[in-house]
């Protein structure tokens, strides 16, 4: 079985294509997705800092699998907790001209996700305590550009906040800063003081009454991809319902 194929088939289609073409014109269930790599490559992809300066859609797991194998291993470490207990975690290790991940994820279990499972006899997949859950190990090579590339993208997709950045929320640049041996530049991101109008672009991907972005996050000075972050993002829905999404990220050399 291609768990990875499993895991990409299903759950993030629909909004990330519609969150692509949003973008270019002006997930929650869980299920296994299959991404447009060509687009996501687009709008979440490597950045010129002297075009676009901070760009929150790039991240360093892009950038260093797409650059030549590294002289010692990096971890890259990616997760996202929603506040109805959801989560997903990706750990990769990238190890010359190999990648090695981890991806773990659960969401509150519904009726079609019992359906899925039953159905496919899901080896991934399971029903634990009222939520579906996963994991997964996959091994990936440089050889097999297919699987290198699904691979790097389904962190991309899935682990971090790049969707969030697609209206460019307030950054302000706080200073220069050594992170786990690389050289960054630290940004603050807060949208707590842009007016409805500002927002109207996320508001209306989302669909949602009002939302704030804050955290920070650090991009390497010579790539400007993102290396680190902590961001939380917490939206209010137009039925009066409120959550909360918090995100985490990291590049360690080992």
């Known amino acids: 079985m291609n768990v990875n194929r499993e895991y990409c088939s299903r759950c993030w289609i629909l909004p990330v294509m519609g969150l692509l073409f949003l973008a270019a014109s002006g ?5 296994p997705i299959r991404g447009n790599e060509s687009s996501v490559q687009h709008s979440a992809g490597v950045s010129n ?4 300066g901070f760009d929150g859609g790039s991240y360093c797991v892009q950038t260093f699998t797409q650059g030549p194998p590294p002289a010692t291993p990096i971890h890259f ?15 990769t290790d990238l190890l010359g001209d190999k990648l090695d991940q ?6 509150p279990a519904t009726d079609e996700d019992r359906k899925f499972i039953q159905d496919s006899k899901s080896m991934v997949w399971v029903i634990r305590d009222g939520f579906a859950e996963m994991a997964s190990t996959n091994h990936y090579t440089r050889a097999d550009e297919s699987g290198w590339r699904g691979g790097v993208t389904s962190v991309a997709l899935g682990g971090t906040p790049w969707r969030l950045f697609l209206n460019k929320p307030t950054a302000t640049r706080v200073g220069a800063e050594n992170i786990n041996g690389y050289d960054t530049i630290k940004y603050a991101v807060d949208t707590t003081h842009q007016s409805l109008v500002e927002k109207a672009a996320l508001l209306s991907i989302e669909r949602l009454k009002d939302y704030n972005i804050t955290g920070t996050a650090w991009a390497t000075k010579d790539t400007h991809c993102i290396l680190q972050y ?3 993002f917490e939206e209010d829905s137009k039925d009066g319902k409120v959550s909360k999404t918090h995100y985490e990220g990291a590049v360690m050399k080992q």
């Open 27 to 31: 997930c929650n269930s869980g299920h």
């Open 49 to 52: 800092p002297l075009e676009q």
């Open 77 to 91: 470490s990616n997760k996202v907790t929603e506040s109805d207990g959801s989560s997903k975690d990706f750990e």
């Open 102 to 107: 981890t991806i773990r994820q659960r969401h």
């Open 230 to 232: 902590v961001i939380d």
